[in-house]
């Protein structure tokens, strides 16, 4: 199932969802050093941040850079990562690195870090698009920053 986000009123999220905003913001300022330290001062649990960081947003942080991590099996035939770097061009996308394994079994197992702030597609679509491709196995997100 395709990834889907939503717009939410602060005063609806749980507290836990803003605590981790406070949280994020505090380090990105650099008012603490440590998420122990943020965690602290915000009355939050390590375990919940964690559990909310890679999910939970403020409006604000969408226009920033955007990185996700994606992992892809690929059939290991000549053409077909130049295809998928060449969509992500073609979309925008920026690699800002990639790691292939040798492959097993007819497949490659390859993992990219992509600048996706500059696409103007949904994250889900980019996927789908990815998934699509002819000799791509499957293609899923593994991280987001």
């Known amino acids: 199932m395709a990834e889907r986000y939503y ?6 999220l749980p507290e836990a969802m803003m605590k981790t905003i406070q949280v994020k913001e505090m380090l990105d300022r650099g008012e603490v050093a440590t998420v122990h330290e943020a965690v602290e001062r915000a009355g939050l649990s390590r375990s919940a941040f964690y559990k909310y960081k890679d999910g939970v947003f403020a409006l604000n942080e969408l226009g920033r850079e955007r990185i996700v991590t994606i ?24 690699v800002l690195t990639m790691n292939q394994s040798i492959p097993l079994q007819g497949y490659a197992n390859v993992v990219a870090s992509v600048d996706i702030s500059q696409v103007t597609r949904e994250l889900s679509e980019l996927i789908s698009l990815l998934g699509g491709q002819p000799g791509v196995r499957k293609a899923i997100v593994i991280g987001q920053g």
């Open 71 to 94: 992992a892809m099996d690929l059939e290991h035939r000549s053409g077909v990562l130049s295809n998928v770097l060449a969509l992500l061009a073609g979309l925008e996308g920026n």
């Open 7 to 12: 717009v939410v009123r602060e005063e609806l």
